[in-house]
């Protein structure tokens, strides 16, 4: 079935590091990639999104690419600020039709220190 | 414009108990979408529901149900609560035709005793 695999965590960094999240996923066709970002006492939001091979996700300095031969889409960022410090989940949705199921990663705890 | 509204926030239940959950989804969105989410599984699926019809099912016991009214507000309810059942739940809405696109709501934190 489909999958979705992330690295465990918790990653701590100093601010202005380079930040890699490690994200591989299991699926049949071709599923749309995320990633979600969970603030402290807040809800989910979409950080980026790619709906097919070799496509680039791109927001806030982060970015993840679909890459379709490795089955990945690793997030990576440029420099850390603290505010970045949140759980960082990866998932997919299967395209099949309106199907909106979300299979998800176990998410990624990030800490960044001044 | 307003976000996607679950009440209660908060929730403390003992074991046998039932809960009901709500959502009401952005105006306009007609998608419907509720997870659990839990420290050791993560975030599973529970149902979708689409225009007061459910669209898809996760792998959850019978003792999970949900609906949505017309106005496209859900409630989720469980019966005969386990301490397991303890978690966040959260519902996420979305425009027909973007499934891409999907709002989620701060959760409702559930804890049984």
């Known amino acids: 079935g489909n999958s979705v695999t992330q690295m465990e965590g918790p990653v701590t960094l100093s601010e202005e590091a380079f930040l890699t999240i490690n994200c591989t996923y299991t699926a049949t066709g071709y599923p749309s990639l995320f990633w979600y970002v969970q603030y402290p006492g807040e809800g989910l939001q979409l950080l980026l999104k790619a709906t097919k091979a070799d496509d680039k996700g791109s927001n806030k300095g982060f970015e993840a690419t679909y890459r379709k031969e490795t089955t990945s889409f690793h997030l990576e960022k440029g420099s850390v600020q603290v505010s970045d410090s949140a759980v960082y989940f990866c998932?997919?949705?299967?395209?099949?039709?309106?199907?909106?199921?979300?299979?998800w990663g176990l998410g990624t705890s990030l800490a960044v220190n001044p | 414009k307003a976000g996607v509204t679950q009440t209660p926030r908060y929730l403390i239940k003992t074991r046998g108990q039932q809960v009901t959950l709500s959502c009401s989804p952005i105006?306009?969105?007609?998608?419907v979408s509720w997870y659990q989410q839990t420290p050791g599984q993560g975030l599973q699926f529970l149902f979708e529901y689409f225009s007061e019809t459910q669209r898809n099912k996760g792998n959850f016991p019978g003792r999970f149900s949900g609906r949505q009214f017309s106005n496209s507000r859900s409630e989720m309810n469980v019966s005969t609560l386990e301490l397991g059942d303890s978690a966040l739940y959260l519902c996420?809405?979305?425009?027909?035709?973007?499934?891409?696109?999907?709002?989620f709501g701060p959760g409702t934190r559930l804890t049984v005793l």
């Open positions: 105006s306009g969105h007609r998608s």
């Open positions: 996420a809405c979305g425009l027909a035709g973007s499934p891409d696109t999907q709002y």
């Open positions: 998932a997919l949705r299967w395209n099949a039709g309106n199907n909106r199921k979300l299979i």
